[in-house]
Protein backbone atom coordinates (compact mmCIF):
# COMPACT_ATOMS: atom_id res chain seq x y z
CA UNK A 1 0.00 0.00 0.00
CA UNK A 2 1.26 3.93 -0.51
CA UNK A 3 2.34 5.70 2.64
CA UNK A 4 -0.21 8.50 2.09
CA UNK A 5 -3.44 5.79 2.79
CA UNK A 6 -1.79 4.32 6.10
CA UNK A 7 -4.17 5.62 8.75
CA UNK A 8 -2.85 7.66 11.84
CA UNK A 9 -1.23 6.05 14.69
CA UNK A 10 -0.86 2.71 12.18
CA UNK A 11 2.81 1.69 11.40
CA UNK A 12 4.45 0.29 8.18
CA UNK A 13 7.81 -1.34 6.77
CA UNK A 14 9.00 0.26 3.78
CA UNK A 15 9.21 -1.67 0.79
CA UNK A 16 10.12 -0.21 -2.00
CA UNK A 17 10.18 3.39 -3.56
CA UNK A 18 8.93 3.99 -7.04
CA UNK A 19 10.31 7.54 -7.34
CA UNK A 20 13.31 8.74 -9.12
CA UNK A 21 15.80 11.32 -9.31
CA UNK A 22 16.34 14.32 -6.69
CA UNK A 23 13.01 12.75 -5.19
CA UNK A 24 14.05 9.49 -4.63
CA UNK A 25 17.77 10.67 -3.43
CA UNK A 26 16.04 12.75 -0.23
CA UNK A 27 13.84 9.75 0.16
CA UNK A 28 16.91 7.73 0.86
CA UNK A 29 18.56 10.51 3.00
CA UNK A 30 15.85 10.27 4.94
CA UNK A 31 16.38 6.61 5.80
CA UNK A 32 13.42 5.35 3.83
CA UNK A 33 15.19 2.05 2.88
CA UNK A 34 13.77 -1.57 2.84
CA UNK A 35 12.81 -2.35 6.32
CA UNK A 36 12.26 1.28 7.67
CA UNK A 37 9.61 1.46 10.24
CA UNK A 38 7.22 4.27 9.65
CA UNK A 39 3.76 5.32 11.52
CA UNK A 40 1.58 8.28 10.78
CA UNK A 41 1.14 10.13 13.83
CA UNK A 42 -0.61 13.81 12.75
CA UNK A 43 -2.59 15.15 10.43
CA UNK A 44 -1.85 18.82 9.55
CA UNK A 45 -5.17 20.92 9.77
CA UNK A 46 -6.06 21.15 5.95
CA UNK A 47 -4.97 16.98 5.63
CA UNK A 48 -1.92 17.89 3.65
CA UNK A 49 1.34 17.23 4.56
CA UNK A 50 1.57 14.19 7.19
CA UNK A 51 3.85 14.03 9.62
CA UNK A 52 5.89 10.42 10.32
CA UNK A 53 7.51 9.05 12.64
CA UNK A 54 10.85 7.87 10.76
CA UNK A 55 14.00 6.42 12.51
CA UNK A 56 13.38 8.63 15.69
CA UNK A 57 12.28 12.06 14.07
CA UNK A 58 9.49 13.37 12.54
CA UNK A 59 9.38 14.40 9.37
CA UNK A 60 6.32 15.56 7.24
CA UNK A 61 5.92 14.38 3.50
CA UNK A 62 3.51 16.26 0.88
CA UNK A 63 0.84 12.89 -0.38
CA UNK A 64 2.42 13.58 -3.80
CA UNK A 65 5.66 11.92 -2.23
CA UNK A 66 4.24 9.70 0.33
CA UNK A 67 2.44 7.99 -2.80
CA UNK A 68 5.69 7.15 -4.41
CA UNK A 69 6.90 4.87 -0.98
CA UNK A 70 5.22 1.43 -0.80
CA UNK A 71 4.86 0.24 2.81
CA UNK A 72 3.62 -3.32 4.28
CA UNK A 73 1.21 -2.38 7.16
CA UNK A 74 2.61 -3.89 10.54
Given amino acids: ?14 KKLVSDGIVRRRMLDLGLI ?3 EVEAIQKSP ?3 PVAYFIRG ?6 SEEASKIIVEPS
Avoid at 57 to 62: K, M, N, S
Fill in 34 to 36: DGT
Fill in 57 to 62: AVIALR
Fill in 46 to 48: SGD
Fill in 1 to 14: MPLNYLPLGKKGRV
